[in-house]
């Protein structure tokens, strides 16, 4: 098992522009995260997956931003119409139904909005 | 709402020097805490994980501790090395198992 994996790394993007950021969990683990960190702060929670059903979202998580998870698998995090605000870096974690219920993060995602 | 305060922000110590790392919360009905490490610009390594019904765990050179009635953990280091440089969050969850994370303690190990 590789971990949690996260593509792209880094992202470069123009002000408006849509970007789509993917996250493949552990293989076993049924419960899929999305985090937010900015520069100097802790993790802010954005949503969360039990399978394929989206089971809580943020306020942080304006109309602009959209999660899924097809399949209950891999998931995808999309932010339309991107805005400065958005730069940040973009973590993915993943747990399974156990009684730990401990969380394993991937590398993130560096967003940077132009 | 739960909120999580690590002090102190900032901390630099000379190698060898064990060091208490401080993690509260304002809220004791948490499910889990959970200690993480975070290199600059990278994702996020767990260290250690304390269930509410635990008091400490221990991991190498790494102890953590938790004490829910006073909503406070600590994580003890010893004898610290250079490699332990880097950023120590804590977080705790609750019923949705979501995480509410510190703002981290930046330590730096000089050797």
């Known amino acids: ?114 | 709402k739960q909120e999580v305060t690590q002090i102190p922000a900032a901390l630099s110590v000379p190698e060898g020097e064990n060091l208490v790392l401080n993690c509260s919360f304002t809220d004791s009905a948490i499910y889990n805490l959970q200690w993480f490490r975070q290199d600059p610009g990278k994702g996020l390594t767990s260290l250690l994980l304390i269930q509410s019904s635990q008091r400490e765990q221990t991991s190498g050179r790494l102890n953590a501790s938790l004490d829910k009635s006073s909503g406070r953990s600590t994580l003890y280091i010893a004898a610290s090395q250079p490699g332990d440089s880097a950023t120590y969050l804590c977080a705790t969850s609750s019923g949705t198992y979501k995480y509410i994370f510190g703002t981290g303690t930046r330590l730096k190990v000089l050797a």
């Not at chain 1, 039990?50 to 899924?68: G, H, P, T």
């Open chain 1, 1 to 114: 098992d590789t971990g949690v994996s996260q593509d792209p790394r880094h992202k470069i993007t123009k002000r408006g522009q849509n970007v789509t950021f993917r996250c493949d969990p552990i293989s076993e683990h049924n419960r899929l995260y999305w985090y937010r960190q900015t520069l100097g702060q802790g993790p802010e929670f954005l949503t969360y997956f039990q399978n394929e059903a989206q089971l809580e979202k943020s306020r942080l998580l304006s109309d602009r931003f959209s999660a899924e998870r097809p399949k209950g698998s891999f998931s995808t995090l999309e932010i339309q119409r991107t805005e400065q605000g958005d730069s940040a870096m973009y973590l993915c974690a993943s747990s399974s139904s156990g009684t730990r219920y401990e969380q394993y993060f991937g590398p993130g995602t560096r967003l940077t909005v132009t």
